[in-house]
């Protein structure tokens, strides 16, 4: 970081390294490391970032992998109906994240699971090599013919019981 901001860094964080940067650098690996420093390099803002400014240039963006943006992942996992998984999800990390902040919770609870969300596809674009893709479960494809068969045999089953509960009216 001197490198790039000279005096900057200095006068701002010293010449020793922080103890606070030092534990937040230790958990971002060193090939995010590089990347964050790439981006500082190239950053139009003449002084250092703060030690969050610089986590975040360390993070995964959604393009480096492949996946949609922020707000297009948000639209997807949230308006997606609940029952619709024989519908291909656009990446493997919408649907992570997804079924990382609760289904069940995006559909019935919206907006109030945004930062949820957020955070757990984050979590799934810096996971994304390891991710499995989704299950790709399609709705049987019938012809009119073969559905008209199985409610007849559907109803021809059931039709003794309800013979039996409606004998005597």
């Not at 996992?77 to 990446?91: E, G, I, T």
């Not at 919408?94 to 979590?123: H, I, P």
Request: with cysteine.
């Amino acid at each position: 970081m001197g490198s790039i901001y000279g005096h900057k860094w200095t006068s701002s964080y010293g010449e020793r390294v922080d103890p606070v940067w030092r534990r937040a650098l230790k958990s971002v690996p060193v090939d995010r490391l590089k990347v964050a420093l790439a981006r500082c390099a190239k950053r139009t803002d003449p002084w250092p970032p703060s030690m969050p400014e610089f986590m975040g240039l360390a993070r995964v963006l959604p393009e480096e992998v492949g996946a949609p943006d922020l707000e297009a992942a948000w639209r997807e996992a949230s308006n997606r109906p609940h029952h619709s998984d024989w519908v291909p999800w656009s990446h493997r990390c919408v649907y992570w994240a997804a079924v990382r902040t609760g289904r069940t919770d995006l559909a019935e609870r919206g907006q109030v699971m945004r930062k949820t969300f957020e955070r757990e596809y984050q979590r799934a674009l810096e996971e994304a090599d390891a991710l499995e893709e989704p299950p790709k479960g399609q709705l049987p494809r019938r012809t009119s013919e073969e559905q008209r068969r199985e409610r007849e045999q559907a109803a021809a089953e059931a039709l003794p019981q309800l013979k039996s509960m409606t004998a005597g009216w």
